[in-house]
């Protein structure tokens, strides 16, 4: 029996007999014909207990986690129509009083629930293809990526996922990417500078990650987040627009809806103003929790994380800016390649957590 110390996420894992028996292909050791990462930690020993716990847990942690904060961008959203809602059905009233309930409130609200089931529907069925067009990656086979190749497919293996298509950015940048709303249309890409700047043990680990992403759903999760966030800003912009040279000014000036309405046009101009930034927070917090996720299920996949801790301190230490990265793709890539998050930088401004952060945390789960 061993003790393991509480998990990252705050969880003490149960005691555990003997090491779990490791994915097919993704193994903590590699062969004598491998080669050695100089900067990787120690591996375990033979017959060291694996803390499988460590890492369901931050998985159940994480995931309730994005579900509380995608319950607070759909109120967000919902809150924003129902206030507009309710703008307009005080201004049409003969004897304007500020109830709290209102059928143009609840009509707008469920009007922009239904946008943005459009607008996700939409960006489901073509944001994969856009995303490896905007990259500008191209599709590789056994042959041509012999090593790339085998460990995408392990990953797919040790995940129970389909084979992804894989893809190449020709450029010496390293970092790694996945899209795909499901294990069926699935793709996953690396930079050349990270396929010739890792061994495979640390490839291993990225691949892990991005397989991770596409086992979660990740680009369901953040297609929806991301069409949210977007219709709440275009609702705030078309608010503040009208309220400043549309009807909603010169019915206020003409006194339209009394005090109700003043005090409700009030309310108004400061959520339009706030809730775009609001949104655009919880759309950040959203991407990290998924990174942190994605972390921990490269830990399951691999049953390793030295090879992801090795990865992540050489992707930190190369990552710059490339053609195929944009503010528009940013979040979809393993290390952020437009910014860097330390410690020290505003953790509600960061698509990524920083890489210390997430460091402690692979090594927190009693393997690294």
Known sequence: MVDRPPGPWGQAPRQQNGPPPAAPGAGPWLSATDDASPTATARLPAGAAVGATDFLAAQRANRRRTILLLAVLTLMASGLGYLVGWYFDIGSQAKPQLGVLSAGGVLAALGLGA???????ISLAWGGRMVLAMTGGHEVSRESEPRLFNVVEEMSIASGQPMPRVFIIEDEAMNAFATGTSGRNAAIGVTRGLLNGLNREELQGVIGHEMGHVANLDMRYMTVVGVTVGLI?????????????????SRDRSGGGGGAGVILFVVLIVVALLAPLAAKLVQFAVSRQREYLAD???????????GLISALEKLTAAARPFAGASRATQHLFIVNPLRQFGAKASALMATHPATEDRIARLRALGLG
């Open 233 to 249: 800003a275009l609702v705030s912009d078309m608010i503040l627009r009208f309220m400043n040279w549309g009807p909603g000014r």
């Open 296 to 306: 921990a299920t490269s830990v399951q996949f691999t049953r390793n994380p030295s």
């Open 115 to 121: 946008a943005s089931i459009v607008w996700s529907s």
